[in-house]
């Protein structure tokens, strides 16, 4: 791999499109990619494919033998964007990852924008998309989502940021082999002590029909976030059982009942922490690899730790 130096002071690039069942989108993503970031002599085209049933990873090994830019890891089933965006930043190969949606809501033009403000000297750069182009529930609920994990359960992170990112690879890397329960990317950065910045960017409507999100996708994230980057809750259990604890024995009081649920919300905030805990020693892997064009870690290998370094026959 060249050097930015040899490359007429052009970054190396990693474009990195993380994908589940998008059959209708894959060529279109690539084309994007291809008329907009091919100035970059030294660019890799990365499909993380999480499980997709409806015929996107054969799209994406077409691509590949008509792209040799292109690579691709396939995994066994579906694992969540947060394990797509794991192996996407484990196995990008250039000094410097742009992720995009295969959706094309964020086009690969404003990514210039990203890589300019992140060779001032930062680590990440997010995307702020100031005008947002998806439904309604979903702006309210990453707005309502950030500002709660900001304001009442102390997390760091960058209000507005958007997986439409440029991330030194280097650091990108760090973050995945903490090998977090919860890697969430945005929170994880600033415990790295990552240098960050943003920069407004276009957003667009969703070419290929509606929108992919469900509202239990944001409650499982929210709670990811919340509990795996916050102990405040287990304070504010303390003080419930305490105050509520009295009124709970003392049955006949009035406020019996309402302790009673208080006391029962909080045995079940306490429990999660348990579990994950407990989860913590035993859990798979955030992810498995069945089919890869790259050379893929024993670990991250679905076949009882074997490197994987092309496509399994079974």
């Not at 024995?249 to 999660?272: R, T, Y």
């Amino acid at each position: 791999m060249r050097t930015d130096s040899e490359l007429g002071g052009m970054p190396s690039l990693t474009a990195f499109i993380p994908c589940y069942n998008e059959v209708a989108q894959v060529d279109a993503v690539h084309a994007a990619i291809d008329a907009e970031l091919s100035r970059y002599p030294d660019l890799e085209i990365l499909f993380v494919d999480d499980g997709s049933t409806d015929g996107t990873l054969a799209k994406v090994k077409a691509l590949c033998d008509r792209d040799p830019r292109v690579r691709y890891v396939s995994f066994s089933r579906n694992f969540g964007l947060e394990a797509a965006h794991g192996a996407g930043f484990r196995y990008a190969s250039r000094d410097w990852v742009v992720q995009l949606d295969a959706d094309l809501q964020s086009p690969p033009a404003e990514a210039h924008k990203l890589i300019a403000k992140a060779l001032e000297g930062y680590d990440v750069v997010y995307g702020i998309r100031r005008e947002r182009h998806d439904p309604l529930f979903r702006r309210l609920g990453s707005a309502v989502q950030q500002r709660l994990a900001q304001r009442l359960f102390g997390v760091d992170l960058v209000y507005g940021s958007s997986v439409f990112r440029v991330v030194r690879a280097g650091v990108a890397r760090r973050a995945v082999d903490l090998r977090l329960a919860t890697p969430y990317f945005v929170a994880t950065m600033p415990l790295l002590g990552a240098r960050w910045a943003t920069v407004d960017v276009e957003h667009r409507r969703r070419q290929d029909g509606g929108s992919r999100w469900a509202v239990w996708r944001l409650f499982a994230h929210s709670g990811e976030l919340f509990f795996g980057f916050s102990v405040r809750p287990l304070t504010w259990i303390y003080l419930a059982v305490a105050l509520v604890l009295p009124f709970v024995v003392a049955a006949g009081s009035p406020g019996a009942v309402a302790g009673l649920v208080v006391l029962l919300g909080s045995v079940a905030i306490l429990a999660a922490y348990v579990h994950r805990l407990v989860r913590g020693g035993v859990r798979p892997a955030l992810y498995y690899v069945r089919e890869a064009n790259i050379p893929i870690a024993a670990e991250d290998s679905l076949y009882a730790g074997e490197p994987l370094t092309r496509e399994p026959v079974r």
